[in-house]
């Protein structure tokens, strides 16, 4: 693949010159040039790509660095920003003894549907587009703790709509990665509080009308695109979350 050279970028209207060569790194990054969690070329290499400065490339980097999209470690390389495994969301919750076990996860569902008005606004998808339903307990010990709904876009996620989830490992992130080829970069997640519908109860193992915490997400790939949307749901009880300020 060539390099884009600068003249290609410099001339972008309202970008100062790092600015525009950190656009044109962002593009390579996306276009999967260099894979999340793999080492970016030398600075110097990257310069003489670029006809640029060193000091100019390293206010570029800075800026992809202030994004999240590379990790810059001192005295080694340069790294595209590795993507999330989903275990983060398991912060919302302690359960048993708190040892920051993963959940075994059971594949109650999974369909190709059409998916409703809401689901297509919270992907960004039009109206009755198909995607892919996955619905999941998960399970510590054996006993239920959470209970998943996650909404996916097709045709991007059909290698995981035709793979057997008794190959699934228990977290999803990682199998979209190997199976599709989409990293999750970035999740904004909602906390929010209700009771369990008498379904959710008896999937759950608690009382219908037991206090719920509901945490509903969105996650996206480097590119910005909402490639998931997710309502997980569990025990009130064993919400917990600590927040430290300086």
């Known amino acids: 693949m060539n390099s884009p050279q600068l003249q290609l970028v410099s001339d972008t209207p309202g970008l100062s010159r790092y600015g525009a060569l950190a656009a044109a790194l962002r593009a390579r990054i996306v276009a999967g040039e260099w894979p999340p969690g793999t080492a970016m070329p030398s600075e110097q290499q990257l310069a003489t790509d670029h006809q640029v400065a060193l000091g100019t490339l390293r206010r570029a980097l800075e800026s992809l660095?202030?994004?999240?999209?590379?990790?810059?470690?001192?005295?080694?390389?340069?790294?595209?920003?590795?993507?999330?495994?989903g275990s983060p969301l398991l912060r919302f919750f302690r359960f048993g003894q708190g040892t920051g076990e993963v959940p075994v996860s059971r594949i109650l569902a999974r369909d190709r549907i059409a998916a409703p008005a809401a689901i297509s606004r919270r992907l960004g998808l039009g109206a009755g587009t198909q995607v892919l339903r996955l619905r999941r307990l998960r399970l510590?010990?054996?006993?239920?703790?959470?209970?998943?709904?996650?909404?996916?876009?097709?045709?991007?996620?059909?290698?995981?709509?035709?793979s057997d989830p008794r190959e699934w490992g228990d977290l999803l992130y990682p199998e979209y990665a190997s199976r599709c080829g989409v990293h999750v970069h970035r999740a904004v997640d909602e906390v929010s509080f209700g009771t369990l519908a008498a379904t959710q109860a008896r999937q759950l193992a608690l009382p219908a009308g037991h206090p719920s915490a509901v945490v509903s997400r969105h996650a996206f790939d480097l590119a910005g695109r909402c490639i998931e949307a997710r309502t997980s749901v569990g025990d009130a009880h064993a919400f917990h979350y600590t927040v430290t300020i300086t």
């Open 65 to 85: 660095a202030a994004q999240g999209l590379i990790e810059r470690v001192h005295g080694k390389d340069t790294f595209v920003r590795a993507g999330l495994t």
């Open 140 to 162: 510590l010990q054996g006993q239920p703790c959470l209970l998943e709904e996650a909404w996916l876009p097709l045709p991007l996620f059909d290698a995981l709509a035709d």
